[in-house]
């Protein structure tokens, strides 16, 4: 079978899982420097996101690591599936908070400083793009696993 | 070729095409009923987003009734392929629009009254919640017709 780059087991995957983490780590810890986020249902739902998709990231950034550098793991449909269907989720669950959490913070530096000064609204907006950022690696990573699952 | 049901051209996908056109129509409803929308980005990005839905639901639904009840058409690579980046996109903007819109109506309703009486924010969560049924059919499509894509 011909290797499909960014699919499962490959280099590009590799980096796509790398900036999975790097990027849902920085939206948990932009989000998480303080702890006024507790008030409002949409920074808490990002943290629970991120919360999930940063373990999601990590395991598959080994496993990516392992077939990569150490040895090649052999592709099995029942595999890709699970994979298939936890990216699409978390994928699917980290757009609703990026989106969540940018209105609500655009909400609030309309409404003029009620309720934040502009610096943490900035960085509420920081930790929303990061979250964006992360659904769009998420999402890629899908799409290519997609691709590769009907030829097994 | 076997056909796949809710893929392209079938009556399943029909059905898929009009309850989105359904689901939308019924957001953008809720959401105009009055013109306060315009304060805010959320809800005015919803009326966008809800704008390029359903044109793009109504053709998709009047081919697939063509295709169904008059004259089966030829499923070309081409067509599916357009058919397929069109249902991604607006699956996406529809997701955003749908969790930007209800996150803004909760805090809103957390308020207490800042800024909209109950009934209205009732409205706008209404909105919200076609979006999101919207989304899901429209994610199903593409997903179904994803399916069929690598075997075209």
Same mark, same amino acid.
Request: net charge negative; with cysteine.
């Given at each position: 079978?011909?290797?499909?780059?960014?699919?499962?087991?490959?280099?590009?995957? *590799?980096?796509?899982?790398? %900036?999975?983490? /790097?990027? =849902?780590?920085? @939206? +948990?810890?932009?989000? !998480?420097?303080?702890?006024?986020?507790?008030?409002?249902?949409?920074?808490?739902?990002?943290?629970?996101?991120?919360?999930?998709?940063?373990?999601?990231?990590?395991?598959?950034?080994?496993?990516?690591?392992?077939?990569?550098?150490?040895?090649?793991?052999?592709?099995?449909?029942?595999?890709? *599936?699970?994979?298939?269907? %936890?990216?699409? /989720?978390? =994928?699917?669950? @980290? +757009?609703?908070?990026? !989106?969540?959490?940018?209105?609500?913070?655009?909400?609030?530096?309309?409404?003029?400083?009620?309720?934040?000064?502009?610096?943490?609204?900035?960085?509420?907006?920081?930790?929303?793009?990061?979250?964006?950022?992360?659904?769009?690696?998420?999402?890629?990573?899908?799409?290519?696993?997609?691709? *590769?699952?009907?030829?097994?």
């Amino acid at each position: 079978m011909d290797e499909l780059p960014g699919a499962f087991g490959t280099s590009a995957s *590799l980096a796509l899982r790398l %900036g999975q983490t /790097v990027f =849902s780590s920085a @939206s +948990l810890f932009f989000m !998480c420097l303080d702890v006024e986020f507790y008030s409002y249902t949409a920074f808490c739902y990002l943290v629970t996101v991120m919360g999930l998709v940063i373990p999601w990231s990590v395991t598959l950034l080994a496993v990516d690591a392992y077939s990569v550098f150490v040895k090649w793991l052999p592709i099995q449909r029942r595999l890709i *599936l699970i994979i298939l269907s %936890g990216d699409m /989720v978390l =994928s699917y669950l @980290s +757009l609703a908070a990026a !989106c969540s959490t940018a209105s609500v913070a655009d909400i609030f530096l309309d409404a003029g400083g009620y309720d934040c000064p502009p610096k943490l609204c900035g960085r509420y907006q920081l930790s929303a793009a990061m979250a964006f950022l992360s659904w769009f690696l998420s999402s890629a990573s899908c799409l290519f696993n997609l691709w *590769l699952f009907p030829s097994l």
